[in-house]
T-cell receptor, first 116, second 113 residues
Framework: AQKVTQAQTEISVVEKEDVTLDCVYETRDTTYYLFWYKQPPSGELVFLIRRNSFDEQNEISGRYSWNFQKSTSSFNFTITASQVVDSAVYFCALSELNNAGNMLTFGGGTRLMVKP | SQTIHQWPATLVQPVGSPLSLECTVEGTSNPNLYWYRQAAGRGLQLLFYSVGIGQISSEVPQNLSASRPQDRQFILSSKKLLLSDSGFYLC????????????FGDGTRLSIL
C-alpha cells in the first residue's frame, strides 16, 4: 500500500531564510504522481505542483523549487528567502496510476511558521 | 473555469442534532467528488468519495453519510452529531486520470457543543 511521510511536523524560520520541507513516499507502482498543497490559516488547500514519476527534472517557480529523487523516494520542497505569507501547513500527496476515483494519499503535513 | 462552493463556512451545532453540508462544483462535468475531515492541528482524513451520481464510497465507518443527488452536488449528512464530529470539513473535486490534482473548497468549520 502507498504511504507518504512528512517527518517534520513543525518548522520555524525567520523571514528571508531558506527552508526545505521533506516528503518521503512508498509505492509499489512504477507510475505514480506526486503533489504539494499549501493550506494557509484561512483553511483552503491550494494546489502547488504535480510531478510524474517518469520525470525527474527539478522544477523552480519563483521562490519555490522541488527536488524529486526517485532513488530515495523523496519529493522535497524548498522555499527560498521565505516570507511571512509562506506561513501555512504544507501537504505532500501521492496518486498511483489507475486508481479509481483519483484518490490521493496525503502525508501528515508540515506546519511552517515564518517569523518577521 | 471551474469553481467549487461549500457552505456554510462555519457551523455550531448541539450534540445529537442533524447535519447537512453542501458542496457544488461549476464549470465541469462528471467530476470525482470527495469529503475530507481535518481535526484541529491534524492531517486530512478522507471520509467519502464519489465517481458518479448515486455512487458513494465510504472510507471510514462513522455516523456520517454522503449523497450525490446531482452530477455536481455532494452532500454530507448526519442524523445525530457526536462531539467527535467537530472539525474542519473540506470538499474537493477532480476530473480525468490519476495524474490530475484534486481542487478544494474553502471548507466548513464545524463545532459541536
Amino acid at each position: 500500500a502507498q504511504k507518504v511521510t512528512q517527518a517534520q511536523t513543525e518548522i520555524s524560520v525567520v523571514e528571508k531564510e531558506d527552508v526545505t520541507l521533506d516528503c518521503v513516499y512508498e509505492t509499489r507502482d512504477t507510475t505514480y504522481y506526486l503533489f504539494w498543497y499549501k493550506q494557509p490559516p484561512s483553511g483552503e488547500l491550494v494546489f502547488l505542483i504535480r510531478r510524474n514519476s517518469f520525470d525527474e527534472q527539478n522544477e523552480i517557480s519563483g521562490r519555490y523549487s522541488w527536488n524529486f529523487q526517485k532513488s530515495t523516494s523523496s519529493f522535497n520542497f524548498t522555499i527560498t528567502a521565505s516570507q511571512v505569507v509562506d506561513s501555512a501547513v504544507y501537504f505532500c500527496a501521492l496518486s498511483e496510476l489507475n486508481n479509481a476515483g483519483n484518490m490521493l494519499t496525503f502525508g501528515g503535513g508540515t506546519r511552517l511558521m515564518v517569523k518577521p | 473555469s471551474q469553481t467549487i462552493h461549500q457552505w456554510p463556512a462555519t457551523l455550531v451545532q448541539p450534540v445529537g442534532s442533524p447535519l447537512s453540508l453542501e458542496c457544488t462544483v461549476e464549470g465541469t462535468s462528471n467530476p470525482n467528488l470527495y469529503w475530507y475531515r481535518q481535526a484541529a492541528g491534524r492531517g486530512l482524513q478522507l471520509l467519502f468519495y464519489s465517481v458518479g451520481i448515486g455512487q458513494i464510497s465510504s472510507e471510514v465507518p462513522q455516523n456520517l453519510s454522503a449523497s450525490r443527488p446531482q452530477d455536481r452536488q455532494f452532500i454530507l449528512s448526519s442524523k445525530k452529531l457526536l462531539l467527535s464530529d467537530s472539525g474542519f470539513y473540506l470538499c474537493a473535486w477532480s476530473v480525468g486520470d490519476s495524474n490530475q490534482p484534486q481542487h478544494f473548497g474553502d471548507g466548513t468549520r464545524l463545532s459541536i457543543l
